[in-house]
């Protein structure tokens, strides 16, 4: 067994290589910080976020003033297409059959039906509807209900 196939014992650390030592060293002269320079220096260090003297971007961004409400949005729109896709004939399309069957997120309030594709079931919407999507509905037998 050879001295550099011994294993480290337990907690060992490899020591710190020393700079500035003397060119024999290999660390010598300039101490692997490279030519002049702020980083070159001691104390050498910037703050996270320090431009070189530029206004930094987390000042120039205008801050966040006021608050929001934690009200809910009042709407989803929902598409003919999607309907046709998801629902069978003669179904009443709600918030919460959208919901349960995750078209979806729970927190909308309420549902507004557009045109959008073809619709050949007869469905019952309780909710909004835009004209055109309306008339596709009714046309089909079904009908939309302000709910």
Do not use: W
């Not at 070189?52 to 009200?71: I, N």
């Not at 003919?80 to 918030?95: A, C, P, Y």
Request: net charge positive; proline share 4%; charged share 30%.
């Amino acid at each position: 067994m050879e001295l550099n196939a011994l294993p480290l014992r337990k907690g060992y650390t490899k020591p710190a290589k020393r700079l500035g030592r003397g060119i024999g060293s290999g660390k010598g002269v300039k101490c692997t910080k490279g030519n002049k320079g702020a980083k070159a220096r001691a104390g050498g260090t910037k703050k996270i976020g320090f431009e070189g003297g530029q206004t930094p971007l987390y000042r120039r961004v205008p801050k966040f003033r006021g608050f929001k409400t934690m009200k809910p949005n009042e709407s989803v729109t929902i598409t003919t297409q999607i309907l046709e896709k998801h629902f069978e004939n003669g179904d009443t399309v709600t918030i919460e059959s959208l919901i349960k069957k995750n078209l979806i997120n729970p927190k909308f309030l309420g549902i507004k039906v557009v045109s959008k594709g073809e619709l050949t079931k007869t469905l019952t919407i309780v909710g909004k509807a835009s004209a055109s999507a309306k008339a596709m509905i009714e046309d089909k037998g079904g009908k939309v209900e302000v709910g």
